[in-house]
């Protein structure tokens, strides 16, 4: 069954210089890019998408960086899109990510860890609808 995801390259990936890396990454694997934009998350995005973070101590901090710079927003489509890209981006922590994986690769703390994707096919859904009104 195709699956369609969502994916937010962060800003330090941008400013890192490497979009296309990444976005090759997801084409060599399979994964079909069915929408693709360079923006700047809103405070309105970010507080939509981090939701349920909200009263956490690391918070301010989060919806500070992810509109402090462009992002590329991606629809993914693919078998397995989901979890497919949950296994390119690696773990949360690009201390504990995988080399090979994008977080193990180019991500160097917790605060900036270059890329956001949706963890279910649910979270896919609001996330592409907050991102690609």
């Known amino acids: ?51 349920e973070h909200e009263g956490k101590p690391f918070y301010e901090g989060l919806i500070e960086y992810i509109t402090s710079g462009p992002v590329v927003k991606l629809v993914l489509a693919g078998e397995g899109a989901v979890a497919i890209t949950r296994k390119l981006m690696g773990a949360t922590n690009p ?24 963890d279910s096919l649910e979270s896919a859904k609001r996330e592409i609808a907050i991102f690609f009104a």
Do not use: C, W
């Open 1 to 51: 069954m195709t699956e369609r995801t969502y994916a937010m390259l962060k800003p330090d990936a941008v400013l890192g210089g490497h979009v296309g890396e990444i976005i090759a990454r997801f084409e060599r694997v399979g994964l079909t890019i069915e929408r693709m934009e360079l923006a700047t998350v809103t405070p309105e995005q970010a507080a939509a998408n981090y939701a």
């Open 95 to 118: 201390a504990e990510a995988l080399p090979g994986t994008i977080r193990g690769d180019f991500g160097l703390v917790m605060d900036a860890n270059v890329i956001h994707g949706s």
